[in-house]
């Protein structure tokens, strides 16, 4: 099971940009990268997924180079509504048949 | 709709007693998941069902005993709390492989065990 390394927190203010990055050395030649966004008190929500170059959908991007040993979750023009946790997830899900285990996120923290 | 539904959002209890955690999906999603998140927020899985059937079980207690009647629900029971099974425990499904492979979350119960 690939596991992911993220930054433990990060700081931002309202309209930058802010790019998170995660490594996944031993990712699997099946396994998609996928991101995940908590708020206090929810569940996680999915934000994007990807196998390799990248994603783009109305909330984020999604760069994976070549190798796929990283990945970079971009939201554009954060707001103080983007203050959550970022967790990045690795894995094929196979009908539920592989573990997946989240790290322990990224804290992002956007500031007016 | 609440597309994952887990209730009691809220449980407060006395060690060694027993409670159940119910979770409900209208998805149409074949599989269904525990996880446990303790208080440095990791996210753990214990246990993925397939159409009922038991696909993962993650080192969990026996004390923890999932129970699907159907595709739709997935309870979670727990026998003889301790101290340390005080967490958030959400509930999650995925639609069927070959589709879109994401999980969708229930709010969470937050279990604390006094």
């Known amino acids: 099971l690939a596991k992911t390394t993220q930054p433990i927190s990060m700081d931002s203010y309202e309209g930058q940009e802010v790019n998170i990055t995660c490594s996944h050395n031993?990712?699997?030649?099946?396994?998609?990268i996928t991101w995940y966004q908590q708020f206090p008190s929810q569940g996680p929500r999915f934000i994007i997924q990807g196998y390799k170059t990248k994603v783009t959908n109305e909330v984020a991007s999604l760069f994976i180079p070549a190798d796929r040993k990283s990945s970079t979750l971009s939201l554009p023009r954060v707001s103080l509504s983007d203050t959550a946790v970022y967790y990045c997830l690795v894995g094929d899900m196979d009908t539920g048949r592989r573990a997946l285990t989240f790290g322990s996120g990224t804290r992002l923290q956007v500031q007016p | 709709d609440t597309a994952v539904s887990q209730t009691p959002k809220y449980l407060v209890t006395q060690m060694g007693n027993d409670k159940s955690i119910k979770c409900e999906q209208n998805l149409g999603h074949d599989t269904m998941y525990w996880y446990k998140q303790d208080s440095k927020k990791f996210l753990k899985i214990m246990f993925s069902y397939n159409n009922k059937e038991l696909i993962i079980n993650e080192t969990v207690p026996n004390r923890f005993s999932p129970k699907s009647p159907d595709k739709a629900h997935l309870n979670l029971h727990i026998n003889s709390l301790e101290l340390g099974d005080s967490a958030v425990y959400f509930c999650?499904?995925?639609?069927?492989?070959?589709?879109?492979?994401?999980?969708?979350f229930g709010s969470g119960t937050q279990l604390s065990v006094l």
């Open positions: 031993n990712i699997a030649t099946n396994d998609y």
């Open positions: 999650a499904s995925s639609p069927p492989y070959g589709g879109e492979e994401k999980l969708f």
